[in-house]
């Protein structure tokens, strides 16, 4: 469905044909020519490198490989015009009827309209969220969890076989104290008056629900208990119960994971163990002491032998501990550990959905995946950048449920699922976002979720208004598909079905680069191009969608409305958000 594919096709067509003619070398690699827009859509449709690339390798001057490379193009029932442009760019300008044809072309596909074969079914594990379970889920959890599960949707929308995975991190020291929270909370659900909450513990008024579903089904069985008794049976009761507010409140903005993996269970089995014997079977594992890094002294660097990985022979920067000085492991260990079972899983490439905080975690986990599968796994990494939550301008800083910070499931109460998942895609992931809970509601241009749904309940309210005025019309996408497309001609009808034709490649290149905001801009553009040719049919009558003198014309601009309806439901239903039919 990528006509840039299509053209790229054709194009090394073309070129094995110059060389079969003698005009070119043969068996030239083409692998490196390229078939994508103009930088500046004014040179044409399409451009390609072709002639670029392959000057050096064929002898040749780029020109002398361009023009009769151009000559060919021509004669293409789809090209208008062929241009050399500078030292040899070819861009060529595609006809009327190719992109009337192209938008007859997805009515008939429908919401299939974009799908890709890229990734050929093979398997892709995104983890994503995978927060501590010692507290609520935070607004700063949102945006990995709507960029990790964004990104499943579209992976599996470019056919990748994807399993959406959360890493629960049940062990060490910080459950260890969830428990004890979780403990007081008990004795104070029991009707103990607790004090203040002692330095060390988690204060958050959320850890009394916990407390309370333990008195309710224990009794006072834990009162006089030694912690030894206790604290293994409270730390099971508090992970799964956290757990399950977890899952409640990613429910809220439409994440569900696939696969739950503890890190408990994998310490419990030995996991860390058989990845460490195996590292160290191909001598990966040795005992050193880290020198110091330069102006500072890391967490992870003391002056004593170590158990270190051999990290730098795999691009680190430096070796890494595994075992801390008490003889526990270290959570990098357990890292190891959680990479080596995904890839025994049969997740060859693993993406990792990360806050910012983590970016120095990168190298090292990278290393890791490389020494782990002997080269055969792959991880990606996405880091997500700081959200800013703001109300008119203002920061929010407290929450009533939690103290200290705003939860997740506050943030969805008040605005809206859909709202939340659209707004984390508005900014890169590696660049900070401001949320303002005052905007994101507005019912302005100025408001991205708002635009974009604004346009598909546009796109709705002309097909719902034509079936009262044309009762006997066929809407469906099958039958505008044979209206009489060539009746579309104005600049901004033709230049609105070149963008519905840009989808599929948006897909790919969000699938392919991991970057699922890439179709919350497509959309975004999308939306300004369709508000844009409803502001001129405003202006200038002619230019309407509904011409009831002419229902030939109207028949066709119908099919274009279709068309975009269409493509902004895929898109918006890709990322996980609703299209909205109308907008009160």
Partial sequence: MNFFKDFRDRIVTELEALATAGTLPEDLDTRNVKVEPPRDSSHGDVATNAAMVLAKPAGMKPRAIAEPLAERLR???????????????VNLRLTDAFWTGLLARMLRHGRAWGESDIGEGRQVNVEYVSANPTGPLTVGHARGAVVGD??????????????????????????????RSAFLRYREALGEDIGDIPAGLYPGAYLKDVGQALARRDGDRW???PESEWLPEVRRFAVATMMDGIRDDLAAIGVYHDTFTSEADLVARGAVEEALDDLKARDLIYTGVLEPPKGKTPEDWEQRPQTLFRSSAFGDDTDRPLA??????????????????????????????????????????????KALTEGAGELHVVLCQLV?????????????????????????????????????????????????????????KDNPVFYVQYAHARCQSVL???????????????????????????????GLIKQLAAWPR??????????????????????AGFHGLWTKGKDDTALRFLQPEDRALTHARLALVRGVQQVIATGLDVIGVTPVEELR
């Fill in 324 to 369: 801390k000085s008490d003889g526990s492991w270290t959570y990098f260990a357990a890292d190891l550990a959680y990479h080596l079972n995904k890839y025994r899983r049969g997740d060859a490439t693993m993406v990792d959905v990360w806050g910012a905080d983590h970016g120095g975690y990168v190298k090292r986990m990278e290393a890791a995946v």
């Fill in 223 to 225: 009162m006089n208990a």
């Fill in 464 to 494: 719902r208004h034509a079936a009262e005025e044309l009762p006997d019309i066929d809407l469906s996408a099958e039958r505008l598909a044979e209206a009489p497309l060539a009746r579309l001609t104005d600049p901004a009808e033709l």
């Fill in 75 to 89: 004669a293409l029932d789809a090209v208008a015009q062929v241009e050399v442009a500078g030292p040899g760019f």
């Fill in 150 to 179: 964004a990104l499943a949707g579209v992976l599996r929308k470019a056919r990748f076989s994807v399993r959406r995975e959360y890493y629960v991190n049940d062990a060490g020291g910080q459950v260890d104290t969830l428990a």
């Fill in 506 to 527: 948006v897909l790919e290149g969000a699938a392919e680069s991991y970057e699922p905001h890439r179709v919350a801009f497509y959309l975004h553009d999308l939306a």
């Fill in 388 to 444: 800013k939550l703001l109300r008119a301008g203002e920061p929010v800083k407290m929450s009533k449920r939690a103290g200290t910070f705003v939860t997740l499931r506050e943030v969805v109460d008040e605005v809206g699922k859909d709202v939340v998942r659209f707004i984390m895609l508005t900014r890169k992931n590696d660049a900070p976002l401001d949320f303002d809970l005052a905007h994101v509601v507005e019912q302005s």
